[in-house]
C-alpha cells in the first residue's frame, strides 16, 4: 500500500530485510508486480532500475539486491520462491542473467501466478508437484523474455512482427498499419524486416499465407476460390499466381499431388 513500512509486516522472517543493508537470497525468487512502480538495485556495483506495473524481477542466489516500492504509488507484488538445478542450469547456459533481472512480462505470467495461488490456498504440501512443475514454466517464460530483452531493439522489433504477421495471417492486414501499432514508421520498419529476413513484411506475410495455403489444399478438398477467400487474397486468380511463383506449381496441380516435389 501507498506510504507503507517495505517490507510488509506478513513478509517472513527469514526474508526481510531493511534498505540500508540489502539482503542477498539462498535460492531464486520470481517477483510479478501487476500495479505501481519502485526502485530494484542489485550487484556488487549497486546496479539501479526502475521498476514499473508489468514487470517481472528475478533474484538470484548469491546476489546482493534491495527492492521497494514507490513511497507515493506503492506496488502489488506476487511472488514465489524456486531451489531447483533446472535454474542453475538455465543460469549457467546463459537463458537467465543476473544483468538482465528485471523483465517484461506478459499475461502468461499472470496466469502461471494465479494457478500457483489457486493450488497454494487449497492445500499446498499436497500440490507441491503441481506447484513445481508451474515454477518451471515460469522458468521457461523468464528464457524466453530474457533473450528477447538481450537481443537489439531491430531484432526484437522483427520478432515480434514476424509473430504478429503468423498469427494474423488469415485476417485482413495491413502491414502499415502494423508499423504503427510496433511504434515506427512504415519506411523504417520495411528496411529492418528486410534487412533482418531478406523480404519486405508484405512478402514474408504472401509467403505465411502461400504455406497455409499447402496445408489447406493438402489436407481438404476446398477450391482456390475458398482458399484465397479464407486467407485474404483478392481472387482465385491472385492466389493462383502468388502461388505458383512461390512453390513453382499450380494450385491445380499441387492438389493433386500435394507431395510430388517434381523430381
Known sequence: ?????YPPIRHPDDHHFDWKRGRILQAYQVILISEGQGL???????R????????VVLLFPGVWHR??????????????????TAFDFARTAGLID???????????????????????????????????TLGLQLLALLSRQSELASAAPADRLVERARVLLMERCTQHVS???????????????????????????????VSLRIRRAQDIFANTDKSVKEVAGLLGFSSAFHLSTQFQAIVGRSPSSYKKAPFDDGS
Open 175 to 205: 502491414v502499415e498499419k502494423l508499423a504503427e501499432e510496433l511504434g515506427v514508421s512504415y519506411s523504417h520498419f520495411r528496411r529492418v524486416f528486410r534487412e533482418k529476413t531478406g523480404s519486405s513484411p508484405k512478402q514474408h506475410l
Open 67 to 84: 527492492f521497494a516500492p514507490d513511497a507515493e504509488l506503492g506496488w502489488t507484488e506476487n511472488w514465489i520462491e524456486c531451489r531447483s
Open 98 to 132: 543476473p544483468a538482465r533481472s528485471v523483465l517484461p512480462s506478459s499475461s502468461e505470467f499472470a496466469d502461471v501466478f494465479e494457478k500457483i495461488h489457486r493450488l497454494a490456498i487449497e492445500e499446498g504440501l499436497s500440490n507441491q508437484s503441481l506447484i513445481s
Open 1 to 5: 500500500m501507498p506510504r507503507s513500512p
Open 48 to 55: 539501479t532500475q526502475q521498476v514499473r506495473a508489468g514487470s
Open 40 to 46: 530494484f538495485e542489485f550487484g556488487h556495483r549497486g
